[in-house]
């Protein structure tokens, strides 16, 4: 019996995937990948703080409630 192992990420096979990278390739060129990538990762870092920020401070208000007339 034969096993076909098949690459899933997001519902993407190992050709779909591929074929990604390589139009990735042939669009930005080697070089620009990194910067793209860390730029990404930035973005990303920035709105889980974001997000983090809002949640600390919704706890804050719910811890001490302020009385309004």
């Known amino acids: 019996m034969e096993s076909n192992t098949i690459l899933l990420f997001m519902g993407?096979?190992?050709?779909?995937i591929f074929l990604i990278i390589v139009a990735l390739?042939?669009?930005?060129?080697?070089?620009?990948?990194?910067?793209?990538?860390?730029?990404?990762?930035?973005g990303i870092r920035e709105f889980k703080d974001a997000t983090n920020e809002v949640k600390k401070d919704l706890e804050d208000s719910d811890q001490n409630p302020q009385h309004r007339p």
């Open 12 to 16: 993407l096979g190992g050709m779909e």
């Open 25 to 42: 390739l042939l669009l930005f060129g080697a070089k620009k990948i990194p910067e793209l990538a860390r730029g990404m990762g930035r």
